[in-house]
């Protein structure tokens, strides 16, 4: 996430059922909130088939969270959709879904980013081999597998790090 390259702002946080996907990047929102403004999506609660622009935006106004879209308000925005694969575990009309809407995050990045870096995207997802490979094909992005550990610190808090790891299936 340090890189300034605009054609680079998609990372796909993939790994096992209960690995700690959404935790990781719930704690990784909360520490890069102090130079980014950091929107949490859970992707259950979209429909994935309309517009993703819209939808978010439609989202956090409905949940009195903003009173307009927070997309394209901010100079270093990044966007955290959680749980592609719940899209995914619907066939191949979920597959279809996953698609389009990883077509239209493409697009969001773009149209954004053209200037200058401004949005950044974490999609996280249940690593399955069919799956991933599919939606690492559609990104054109490789997947961050990671092995989250969790270490104690001597005064008593819990450090997160995800270590990445490429795994081929």
Known sequence: MNKKDKDDAIRIIGGGPGSGKS???K???????FTHDVLFIPLYKLDIN???EDVVGKYFVSNRIFRESPIGKSEQLLLIFDGL???????KAGLDAASDF????KQLVLNY????????VIIT????CKRSKHISRKTGKSFVFCLIMFLKHPFGIAVVRCIQTQTTC
């Not at 997802?125 to 399955?128: P, R």
């Open 23 to 25: 935790s990781f990047a």
């Open 27 to 33: 704690m990784f929102a909360a520490s890069i909130s």
């Open 50 to 52: 309309r517009d993703v």
């Open 85 to 91: 694969d719940e899209i995914t575990q619907q066939g």
């Open 102 to 105: 990883i077509t239209q995050i």
């Open 113 to 120: 980013n053209q200037a200058k870096l401004r949005i950044r």
């Open 125 to 128: 997802v249940t690593y399955q």
